[in-house]
Nanobody
C-alpha cells in the first residue's frame, strides 16, 4: 500500500502563486503527479514527473507551472504562477507503482478569486 498526502491548497488572487506539495510513503514509486477536478468537469491531468525528472504538463498550465521531485523523500512539489480563475479546482496527487497501480491523495482545494 502507498499512502499519498497533499498539502498547500488555499485561496489566492488572480495572478498570484501557490505551491502544492505531495508525499508518498510505503513504496518507491516511479511516477508521481497532479490531477485536478473543477465543479461539473472531469478530472484532468495537470503535471506528472518520473524519477529521472522528466516532467509533462497540460497545455493549460504549461509555462506557468513547474513540477519538481525529491527522489530521496518520495515527494513532489507543484509551483503554480500567474494563477487564473479557471485554475480553481480540487487538486489530487497520485503515485503510480512499478506495477501500474495508482494511489490517490484526499485532494486539496485551490481557489483563485479576487
Amino acid at each position: 500500500q502507498v499512502q499519498v498526502v497533499e498539502s498547500g491548497g488555499g485561496l489566492v488572487q488572480p495572478g498570484g502563486s501557490l505551491r502544492l506539495s505531495c508525499s508518498a510513503s510505503g513504496s518507491i514509486v516511479p511516477i508521481m503527479g497532479w490531477y485536478r477536478q473543477a465543479p461539473g468537469k472531469q478530472r484532468e491531468l495537470v503535471a506528472t514527473t518520473t524519477r529521472d525528472g522528466s516532467p509533462k504538463y497540460a497545455d493549460s498550465v504549461k509555462g506557468r507551472s513547474t513540477i519538481s521531485r525529491d527522489n530521496a523523500k518520495n515527494t513532489i512539489d507543484l509551483q503554480m504562477n500567474n494563477l487564473k480563475p479557471e485554475d480553481t479546482a480540487v487538486y489530487y496527487c497520485y503515485a503510480q507503482t512499478w506495477l501500474g497501480t495508482n494511489y490517490w491523495g484526499q485532494g486539496t482545494q485551490v481557489t483563485v478569486s479576487s
